[in-house]
């Protein structure tokens, strides 16, 4: 009871914490722009946030399995708290872009949520409860973009960066007081560092770490390409406005919610993670490389099929490819191989939106059919992926 109750805290504190993340994002190239930025620039701002996720995640893991969970989490939440305020602030380029370099940071503490939830559910239930980082991620996404929009409406954006720090303090405030430590007493002693060789060797001798570490960085490749071109297909191709455009992304997080929030555990007993997530890659790589085929008067119900295929693949692939990793090392080490991994993804994430922007002002239908095949070689690698891996401890390892 005392785990459960701990989780349903860990859930808020994550929803809050993406909530935040979503009030801001819709709203940050135009103004971007209104600050005198160049396209170039905006796309600099929005990598600054992957940059520092990808830098510091390791490093924040790593933190937490030597210290605990706990002061980790808390001090990423107060500097969410301060990174917010900067954006409410920022009236430079400058200013802004150290607003989302320190929210990176701060949001770098992904991989110590979901391992404060390996810490505390057993391996027949892990999946489901990662589930629930993705249900929060889409929960974050259904609210923010509308509330965001609406704050800025009607009291501009300066608004909406108080308003986001307002529920990072809150969130700050719940953790505080509720949120108890996960760890056990017994820590690792080993060095902080950005990359830890010793985990990276030891994935490297372990084929079924090598192969979920390349899925899960061509699968957050891919799905890169579609968030940054999504918008763009769904206007020139199908004439949506704004909000149509916003409106189908909500839909992409309360289909995500739904599967990682109230259908995992149950898919989870019946298939076992490898089927979940090969049946993901294939439905997403199936619908993201016919999204811009699809006849311009047949959005309804052509391309929101697509968009419906797409999501859910991407509710199965995301906690079934992470929990599949968290059980191959020791719980000692679930904060530094959690922290490596959440690089992998923050670097696709660098990557991604850069090379979907330039394939899509070159070709719009290469531009998902490269994001289709890309995800379909990670589908062929994930074949050889089995349901369980050898625990690995890598400080003693060889």
């Avoid at 706990?70 to 607003?99: E, H």
């Avoid at 191959?328 to 922007?357: C, D, K, M, N, T």
Wanted: charged share 10%.
């Amino acid at each position: 009871m005392h785990a459960n109750r701990s989780l349903r805290l860990l859930f808020l504190t994550i929803f809050l914490d993406l909530m935040g993340y979503g009030l801001i994002i819709p709203l940050l190239p135009n103004y971007t722009r209104s600050l005198g930025a160049s396209a170039a620039m905006v796309g600099v701002v929005t990598a600054a946030y992957s940059l520092t996720q990808f830098v510091f995640g390791p490093v924040l893991s790593s933190l937490s399995d030597r210290y605990g969970r706990r002061p980790v989490l808390l001090l990423t939440i107060a500097l969410n708290v301060v990174a917010y305020l900067l954006f409410g602030w920022a009236q430079s380029l400058l200013l802004l872009i150290g607003s989302r370099l320190l929210a990176g940071l701060a949001s770098a503490n992904l991989s110590v949520a979901q391992a404060y939830i390996a810490d505390s559910t057993p391996l027949e239930g892990r999946t489901k409860a990662l589930g629930m980082i993705g249900a929060a991620l889409g929960l974050g996404f259904i609210f923010g973009p509308p509330v965001g929009g609406a704050v800025k409406f009607y009291l501009g954006i300066e608004w909406v960066g108080y308003v986001a720090a307002g529920l990072a303090a809150l969130n700050l405030a719940l953790a505080l007081i509720q949120l108890p430590e996960s760890l056990p007493a017994t820590r690792t002693g080993r060095p902080i560092r950005f990359f830890d060789a010793s985990v990276l060797a030891a994935v490297g001798r372990s084929s079924q770490l090598s192969r979920l570490f390349t899925v899960y960085f061509l699968f957050t490749l891919a799905f890169a390409i579609l968030t940054v071109t999504g918008a763009l297909l769904w206007r020139d191709r199908f004439a949506l406005n704004d909000a149509q455009i916003g409106y189908t992304f909500a839909g992409i997080g309360v289909i995500t919610a739904v599967i990682q929030g109230g259908l995992l555990g149950k898919l989870v007993a019946r298939f076992g993670e490898r089927s979940l997530m090969l049946t993901g890659l294939f439905l997403m790589a199936l619908s993201l490389a016919t999204m811009p085929f699809i006849p311009a008067l047949a959005f309804m119900p052509g391309e929101v099929a697509l968009i419906i295929l797409f999501a859910i693949g991407y509710g199965l692939v995301l906690p079934a490819s992470t929990a599949l990793v968290s059980r191959a090392f020791s719980l000692a080490e679930q904060g530094q191989i959690l922290g490596q991994y959440q690089s992998v993804a923050a670097l696709a994430r660098i990557i991604g939106p850069v090379a979907g922007a330039a394939l899509y002002g070159w070709n719009v239908g290469a531009t998902y059919l490269i994001g289709g095949g890309i995800m379909l070689v990670s589908l062929l690698l994930a074949q050889g992926i089995g349901q369980s891996a050898s625990v690995i401890n890598p400080s003693t390892s060889a």
